[in-house]
Antibody, heavy 120, light 107 residues
Framework: EVQLVESGGGLVQPGRSLKLSCVAS????????MTWIRQAPGKGLEWVAS????????YYPDSVKGRFTISRYNAKSTLYLQMNSLRSEDTATYYC?????????????WGQGTLVTVSS | DIQMTQSPSFLSASVGERVTLSCKAS??????LDWYQQKLGEAPKLLIY???NLHTGIPSRFSGSGSGTDYTLTISSLQPEDVATYFC?????????FGSGTKLEIK
C-alpha cells in the first residue's frame, strides 16, 4: 500500500525557515517524480514544487522560486521541502504527492498534509 | 502562466441528476487536464487524468471530456457521497495551475 507521511509543519515567524519531510513507503521511491502541493485555509490548491525521480531537475512557480527548495534522499525514500524567508501567504497545509505511474503524471497519491502557519 | 477558470463556482443539484462542471484554460493545454475531488477535511483525490482517463477505483458515473481550451467533468447520476469541491489542473506546461474549484452540494 502506498503511504506518504508528511511532518515538520508548525508555527513559524515571518522571515524564518522550516523544513518539511515526507516519508514514502509501499512503492519504489526512486522510480517516481514527487511534488508538493499546498492549500491555504479555506482556499484552493497551489502547486509548490516538483522533482524528477533522480533529483536531477526541479520545478517551482514564481511565488516560491528562490525561497523554497525541493530535494529527495532516495536511499531513505524521503522527500523534503526547505522553506526559507517565509511569508504570511505561505500559511497552508502542505501535501506530498506521487505520480500515478512512472512516466504518467497525475497526482494519484497524497499524504495527509502538514500545516504550516507563518505568523508573529 | 496558463489560467484555469472553473464554472460554476457553486452548484446545487438533486440526487440522480446529471451534473456538468466546466474548466477553461487560457490557452491550448493539449488534453493535459486532471480532475480532483476534495471532500471536507480530506486530502484531494485524483478522479480523471489526461482529460478522460478514469483513475482506478473511481465510479463509472464520473467521466471527462474536452480538448484545446475547454474541458468538462460529468457526473451522470449525482450521489450523496459526491458532495465535494472539484478542482481541475493543467499539466501542459510549467507552472502547473489549478482552477479555483467548483463546490458541489445536494439540493
Amino acid at each position: 500500500e502506498v503511504q506518504l507521511v508528511e511532518s515538520g509543519g508548525g508555527l513559524v515567524q515571518p522571515g524564518r525557515s522550516l523544513k518539511l519531510s515526507c516519508v514514502a513507503s509501499g512503492f519504489t521511491f526512486n522510480n517516481y517524480w514527487m511534488t508538493w502541493i499546498r492549500q491555504a485555509p479555506g482556499k484552493g490548491l497551489e502547486w509548490v514544487a516538483s522533482i524528477t525521480n533522480t533529483g536531477g531537475s526541479t520545478y517551482y512557480p514564481d511565488s516560491v522560486k528562490g525561497r523554497f527548495t525541493i530535494s529527495r534522499y532516495n536511499a531513505k525514500s524521503t522527500l523534503y521541502l526547505q522553506m526559507n524567508s517565509l511569508r504570511s501567504e505561505d500559511t497552508a497545509t502542505y501535501y506530498c504527492t506521487r505520480d500515478l505511474r512512472p512516466g504518467t503524471p497525475g497526482f494519484a497519491y497524497w499524504g495527509q498534509g502538514t500545516l504550516v502557519t507563518v505568523s508573529s | 502562466d496558463i489560467q484555469m477558470t472553473q464554472s460554476p463556482s457553486f452548484l446545487s443539484a438533486s440526487v440522480g441528476e446529471r451534473v456538468t462542471l466546466s474548466c477553461k484554460a487560457s490557452q491550448n493545454i493539449n488534453k493535459y487536464l486532471d480532475w480532483y475531488q476534495q471532500k471536507l477535511g480530506e486530502a484531494p483525490k485524483l478522479l480523471i487524468y489526461n482529460t478522460n482517463n478514469l483513475h482506478t477505483g473511481i465510479p463509472s458515473r464520473f467521466s471527462g471530456s474536452g480538448s484545446g481550451t475547454d474541458y468538462t467533468l460529468t457526473i451522470s447520476s449525482l450521489q450523496p457521497e459526491d458532495v465535494a469541491t472539484y478542482f481541475c489542473l493543467q499539466r501542459n506546461s510549467w507552472p502547473l495551475t489549478f482552477g479555483s474549484g467548483t463546490k458541489l452540494e445536494i439540493k
